[in-house]
């Protein structure tokens, strides 16, 4: 008799170092979240088992729930990347109720996309023909574009 006849053992968070490849993805997702919604506390990887004894990997709210489709395996960080970066928006969106990330032009929520092997935030663009979608910033990257402007600052140092 399996030991398990009470029922499968539940979900669990995943410790920092079994999955690097999806800690190092969601690490700029979380960072991405970070700059758009500051007072959301960072998301998290959560396992949940499978029937064969292994497990599915999902990104979740900082309280564990998660939402969507598991991680499926992916070849590259950039494919860890976009694959976090949409779990994470299916989580967000599903379970605190609203678009996320959102395009800072339009006002629009972005879906990750893929282009020329690097993860994007893609926005659907206005309804005008002259305002066509468009790749928003990099996944991980949306701290570079949604920092608002300081006049009278002038960066230090340059390149
Ligand atoms: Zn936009």
């Known amino acids: 008799m399996s030991p398990f006849v009470f029922g499968p053992p ?4 995943v410790a920092v170092g ?9 690490a700029a997702v979380n960072r991405d ?5 500051p007072e959301q506390p960072a998301l998290r990887l959560v396992a949940y ?6 497990e599915w990997v999902h990104v979740a709210l ?3 729930d998660a939402h969507g489709n598991a991680l499926e395996p992916v070849s590259s960080a950039a494919e860890a ?5 949409g779990a994470a928006q299916d989580t967000v969106m599903e379970l ?7 395009c800072t032009l339009h006002g629009l929520g972005m879906h990750a996309a893929w282009d020329a092997g690097r993860a994007y935030w893609r926005c659907a663009g206005g309804t005008g023909p002259g305002d066509p ?4 910033g990099a996944v991980g990257e949306l701290d570079t574009i949604h920092r608002p402007p300081r006049p009278g600052r002038r960066r230090r140092g340059g390149r």
């Open 81 to 85: 990347l976009r694959a976090v970066a």
């Open 133 to 136: 979608a468009h790749l928003r």
């Open 33 to 37: 979240l970070a700059v758009t919604l």
């Open 96 to 102: 605190l109720w609203r678009a996320w990330p959102v």
């Open 10 to 13: 539940g979900p669990r968070f």
């Open 62 to 64: 900082a309280n564990g």
């Open 18 to 26: 079994e999955y690097p490849v999806w800690d190092e993805a969601l």
């Open 49 to 54: 088992p499978d029937e064969d004894g292994g």
